[in-house]
């Protein structure tokens, strides 16, 4: 190992590099059902927790607001959502034409993304690798910035 790595600073490439190359892979594959990564994420989310406000949604991804805003906006536009007017809040949910894209959509995502381990790592590695994934994930919440 080199002076201008530790295996902390390895691993972490390694996962931003995994995670990237994922990502763009992800999106290539759910341009066949018409959606982004980020979309599937969204239409997904909704469909576990409807009907959901905004601010509910926002809380479990990974996106702005301002960019969950757009978002909502132009899968409300293709006719994936709905959003009605509740008491104080407008309500999310999806519609018929969303449920059916991810009729087809969820299931095959799920073998896409499990073939990565499936293929690569056994049974016990992939719970050893998702605990220790998870670990730092929980570490991750409570980390502070180190201070200048």
């Given at each position: 190992?080199?002076?201008?790595?530790?295996?902390?600073?390895?691993?972490?490439?390694?996962?931003?590099?995994?995670?990237n190359r994922s990502h763009h892979m992800t999106n290539e594959f759910l341009k066949r059902f018409g959606l982004t990564t980020a979309q599937f994420d969204v239409l997904v989310q909704i469909r576990t927790f409807q009907p959901l406000n905004q601010l509910e949604l926002a809380s479990k991804l990974t996106v702005t607001e301002g960019g969950i805003?757009?978002?909502?906006?132009r899968l409300e536009k293709d006719g994936y959502i709905e959003?009605?007017?509740?008491?104080?809040?407008?309500?999310?949910?999806?519609?018929?034409?969303?449920?059916?894209?991810?009729?087809?959509?969820?299931?095959?995502?799920?073998?896409?993304?499990?073939?990565?381990?499936?293929?690569?790592?056994?049974?016990?590695?992939?719970?050893?690798?998702?605990?220790?994934?998870t670990r730092l994930q929980k570490h991750?919440?409570?980390?502070?910035?180190?201070r200048e």
């Open positions: 190992m080199s002076d201008y790595h530790t295996l902390g600073s390895l691993i972490w490439l390694r996962l931003v590099r995994f995670t805003s757009r978002m909502l906006v959003r009605k007017q509740g008491w104080k809040t407008k309500m999310i949910s999806l519609t018929p034409q969303a449920e059916a894209v991810l009729a087809e959509a969820f299931p095959a995502q799920l073998a896409f993304q499990t073939s990565f381990f499936d293929e690569t790592l056994t049974e016990e590695e992939q719970k050893t690798l998702y605990e220790l994934v991750s919440l409570n980390k502070s910035l180190p």
